[in-house]
């Protein structure tokens, strides 16, 4: 079956320009997760959906990201006036109802 | 707050050797812990996972048991393989629909 997949899987972008990256989570899963890997490090959290509330922002790095659910199904996180330091690779994941979250591919993003 | 430590890599074994990763924790009250392996070219995938004291998850070979009184959950494999070799995170969560945090994460490479 399909799994989580995110697009682009690759994004390079001037600094100072703004980017959206795409979350299609697996069909019916309730539960949406975003996180930041720079490299070398672990994921970090970034925001948490259930359906199309998002519960927890806590992680959000500064008021130039941005994400949202608005159907409770497809997500997509908007980093405004990109800086070099929002390079990494951005992981999403989706859960059923609060067990094992599955993590889509990524997309990594470089800011030049 | 809630954090993981895991020594750091990379790690390089022959193949056949016996594995450990050490992973320690710090959280309060009862945390799952989880360890996540990340293949090349793959996305985050969930090892093994185990939810109270004392319980042993154990997948492909791989095992780790919870131990509270000394707040660790080391990853063990007593045969490892070149198809092992991948980036092994360490990792918790306070609950259901929670969000994970993950240690740094630990490179292992399998010589054949």
């Known amino acids: 079956g399909a799994g989580v997949s995110q697009s682009p899987r690759y994004k390079v972008a001037k600094r100072g320009q703004d980017v959206a990256l795409r979350c299609d989570p697996i069909?019916?899963?309730?539960?949406l997760f975003w996180y930041q890997q720079a490299l070398g490090q672990g994921p970090e959290f970034l925001t948490y959906f259930q359906n199309e509330a998002q519960l927890d922002k806590s992680g959000l790095p500064s008021d130039r990201f941005f994400a949202e659910r608005p159907e409770g199904s497809v997500s997509t996180l908007k980093i405004q006036r990109t800086q070099q330091e929002d390079s990494a690779v951005y992981l999403c994941a989706s859960s059923l109802f609060g067990e094992e979250q599955f993590f889509g591919p990524g997309t990594r993003l470089t800011v030049l | 707050g809630n954090s993981v430590t895991q020594m750091e890599g990379p790690v390089t074994l022959s193949e056949e050797a016996f594995l450990t990763i050490n992973c320690t924790y710090t959280a309060t009250g009862y945390p799952s812990l989880f360890w996540y392996v990340q293949y090349p070219g793959e996305g985050l995938q969930l090892l093994l996972k185990a939810t109270k004291a004392d319980d042993k998850g154990s997948n492909k070979g791989f095992e780790a048991t919870y131990r509270k009184e000394t707040t660790s959950f080391h990853l063990e494999k007593g045969s490892v393989q070149v198809s092992d070799s991948a980036v092994y995170f360490c990792?918790?969560?306070?609950?259901?629909?929670?969000?994970?945090?993950f240690g740094k994460g630990t490179r292992l490479h399998i010589l054949p």
């Open positions: 990792a918790l969560s306070k609950g259901r629909d929670d969000k994970i945090i």
């Open positions: 069909s019916g899963h309730v539960s």
